[in-house]
C-alpha cells in the first residue's frame, strides 16, 4: 500500500508539472466608435451613385473586434508546440466577419493554426494571417489600421481589380491565406526570412489554387525594413478568370517598406505593385505611402499618413487618401481614438477611407470617427 501511495504522488506530481509547462488564454477585442462621412455608395460597381452623407455606428476604427484561443505546450529544450484560433464579429450586430469562400461561414475566420517553434525558428500550417500583411502593418506608421492607412489604400487597389468584398479571397495580395504552411527563421543580426507555401489541392494540377509568398525583414529596434514578394493561382475573383482553377498565374503583389523612429518620433514609406500577370492591361496599380507619428506621453501619440495609387493601364484613375489620428489609452487594455481622413478618387477609383464603408466611383470624401478599443 505504502509503494502504491508513493507512485500515486509521484504521479500526480508529475502530471501537474507537465500541466504547468502549457496553457491556453482567451483574448480578444472590441472595437467601436461613430463615423460620419459625407459621401457614400451602396455597391462596388464602377457605376455606383453616390448615396450622400452618412452617420453610422461603426465597428472596427482600429482593427475588427475578434475572439480567439491561443495556447502553448513546452516540449523543453526551447522547443514549443503553439495553436492559435481568432474569429472576428461585428459588435454592432454580433455577426461573423468575412470567411475565405463567399456564402459560406467560418468560426475562426481570420486564424485557425497549429505549429512548432524553437531553436530552429518556426513553423505553423493553417489559416493564418499572410507573410506580407504582417511586413505592411510594420512599416506603415500608421500601423496598417483600418481607417485610412497602407490597408484601406490596399483595399482600395483589391476594389479597382474587381474585389467583391464578399470573401477574404482578393485579386492582389493577401490578408488571411488557407492551408498555408509558414516558415520563420530565427531573427539573425536582425534579419529574418518568412516563407509560406499554401498548396492548391486540386487533383491534376500542383499550381491550380496554390500561393507562395517571400518576406525577408530586418528590426534592429529603430529601424524596420520589409521586402515582399506574393504570387497566387486562381485568385477569386479575376478579370477572365476561368470556371475552373487551371493554374492560371493571376495574383502578384511586391511591396517595399521602411520606418524608422528617432526618439519619440516615427516616418514610414513605402512602395508596392499589385497585378494580374495573366492579363496585367487589366489589372497593373502602383501604391506610395508616406506616414509620420509623433509619441506625445506613454498614453498619446499622434499619427499621419498619406497613400496614393494609381493605375498604370489608365492615367486618369488614381487616387490619395490622408489620416490623422490621435490615441489616449486610459488603461492598458483601453484606447479612446479620434480620426479624420480624407480621399480623392480620380476617375473610376472608389478608394475607401476607413475599411467598411464604401465611396462612389470618383468622388473625393471626408470622415471623422470617434471610437474605443479595450483588449481582452
Excluded at 467601436?32 to 455608395?41: F, K, P
Excluded at 506603415?140 to 477574404?168: E, K, P, V
Excluded at 514578394?229 to 517595399?256: C, K, M
Amino acid at each position: 500500500m505504502k509503494l502504491k501511495s508513493v507512485a500515486a504522488a509521484t504521479l500526480a506530481v508529475m502530471a501537474a508539472g507537465a500541466h504547468a509547462q502549457s496553457s491556453v488564454t482567451l483574448f480578444g477585442a472590441l472595437d467601436a466608435g461613430l463615423m460620419y462621412q459625407n459621401t457614400s455608395a451602396a455597391t462596388l460597381s464602377p457605376t455606383a451613385a453616390n448615396t450622400g452623407s452618412v452617420f453610422r455606428y461603426k465597428d472596427g476604427g482600429i482593427y475588427s473586434s475578434f475572439w480567439g484561443l491561443l495556447g502553448t505546450e513546452d516540449l523543453g529544450g526551447g522547443y514549443r508546440v503553439n495553436f492559435k484560433l481568432q474569429s472576428a464579429f461585428n459588435t454592432g450586430t454580433g455577426a461573423l466577419g468575412l470567411p475565405d469562400t463567399a456564402g459560406t461561414v467560418a468560426l475562426f475566420n481570420q486564424i485557425a493554426r497549429v505549429g512548432v517553434s524553437g531553436p530552429f525558428g518556426s513553423f505553423d500550417v493553417g489559416r493564418q494571417i499572410a507573410p506580407i500583411a504582417i511586413a505592411m502593418v510594420e512599416t506603415d506608421a500608421r500601423g496598417a489600421q483600418y481607417f485610412g492607412s497602407i490597408l484601406t489604400a490596399w483595399a482600395g487597389m483589391n476594389f479597382q481589380a474587381g474585389w467583391s468584398g464578399a470573401s477574404t479571397n482578393v485579386p492582389i495580395g493577401a490578408l488571411f491565406d488557407s492551408n498555408a504552411l509558414v516558415y520563420r527563421t530565427p531573427r539573425l543580426l536582425g534579419a529574418q526570412l518568412a516563407l509560406e507555401y499554401a498548396p492548391g489541392g486540386v487533383p491534376g494540377s500542383l499550381t491550380a489554387g496554390s500561393r507562395e509568398s517571400a518576406v525577408l525583414s530586418y528590426q534592429n529596434g529603430s529601424l524596420d525594413l520589409a521586402a515582399a514578394w506574393y504570387d497566387a493561382h486562381d485568385t477569386n475573383p479575376s478579370p477572365v478568370a476561368p470556371a475552373a482553377p487551371t493554374g492560371i498565374n493571376n495574383n502578384r503583389q511586391l511591396y517595399f517598406g521602411a520606418k524608422y523612429t528617432i526618439s519619440n518620433f516615427f516616418v514610414s514609406g513605402s512602395y508596392s505593385n499589385g497585378k494580374n500577370p495573366a492579363h496585367s492591361n487589366l489589372v497593373n496599380y502602383d501604391l506610395w505611402s508616406l506616414g509620420a507619428g509623433y509619441q506625445f506621453t506613454p498614453a498619446f501619440n499622434v499619427t499621419s499618413g498619406v497613400y496614393y495609387l494609381r493605375d498604370k493601364n489608365n492615367s486618369s484613375n488614381k487616387a490619395i487618401t490622408w489620416a490623422v489620428t490621435a490615441d489616449y489609452s486610459v488603461s492598458k487594455r483601453t484606447v479612446l481614438y479620434a480620426d479624420v481622413g480624407g480621399v480623392n478618387n480620380m476617375g473610376t477609383m472608389r478608394v475607401p477611407v476607413t475599411y467598411g464603408q464604401l465611396v462612389a466611383p470618383g468622388q473625393g470624401t471626408v470622415a471623422v470617427l470617434l471610437g474605443i478599443r479595450h483588449t481582452f
